[in-house]
């Protein structure tokens, strides 16, 4: 149990294009996603915090109008890139947390993760 | 001053030797701690979470947590050359845990030679 998914498993875009991520909780309900951007020999970096029915919290640092974060449903949350250039190219990452669980035992649930390559 | 640090390695020991991590921490609030696994190009996948002061084993691998020093270990025996991979050690956001927010370190490298 606890599957997320995510789609596109990769992408490739022109500089100036938006993208969009979908991150989805298969077999369980995600009150809260995060958002990760991961570059190469790098830790993740929280982007945010993303709220079932709620506006996303941000991290310092990160963009909101540039990185648009709409969680709609209890499955689905969404990462939009806007306006992408090559410095977005990184791997994206959403992940959802299982809060149904003891809050102490609250993993996170990883995705596959989205490559991103803004050309 | 990071959050939580991690030595970022690489770490290189033989196959069949024991490989040890290690993870501190700043915020003597935290109160869960977790170890996840990430090969490179994938995402990262847990491997186990410790809140207990102490030992805690599952198979191979064995947490280990000092919150007097907030400092938490993970050790694998019998280090194969699978378990090469970048170890991540993450902290629980706080007492009230922020929806499962959680803040990792920067990652450790294992690399275990045949």
């Known amino acids: 149990g606890a599957v997320v998914s995510q789609h596109p498993s990769w992408v490739i875009c022109k500089s100036g294009t938006s993208v969009k991520i979908e991150c989805r909780s298969l077999?369980?309900?995600?009150?809260?996603m995060f958002w990760y951007r991961q570059f190469p020999k790098q830790s993740l970096m929280l982007m945010a915090t993303?709220?079932?029915?709620?506006?996303?919290?941000?991290e310092q640092g990160v963009e909101k109008d540039k990185f648009l974060i709409n969680h709609a449903s209890l499955t689905l949350s969404t990462l939009t890139v806007t306006s992408a250039h090559p410095e977005d190219s990184s791997f994206y990452i959403c992940s959802a947390s299982l809060t149904t669980l003891v809050y102490l035992e609250q993993e996170q649930f990883f995705g596959p993760g989205t490559r991103l390559t803004v050309l | 001053q990071k959050e939580v640090e991690q030595n970022s390695g690489p770490l290189s020991v033989p196959e069949g030797a024991i490989a040890s991590l290690n993870c501190t921490y700043s915020d003597r609030g935290s109160q869960s701690f977790f170890w996840y696994r990430q090969y490179s190009g994938k995402s990262p996948e847990l491997i186990m979470f410790i809140y207990s002061n102490g030992d805690k084993e599952d198979g191979r691998f064995t947490a280990q947590l000092n919150k007097a020093s907030q400092y938490v270990s993970l050790l694998i025996r019998d280090s194969q050359p699978s378990d090469s991979a970048t170890y991540l050690c993450?902290?629980?956001?706080?007492?009230?845990?922020?929806?499962?927010?959680?803040?990792f370190g920067q990652g450790t490298e294992l690399s275990v030679k045949p």
């Open positions: 993303s709220n079932e029915g709620s506006k996303a919290t941000y």
């Open positions: 077999d369980f309900q995600a009150t809260t």
């Open positions: 993450a902290v629980n956001a706080g007492i009230y845990n922020q929806g499962g927010k959680l803040i």
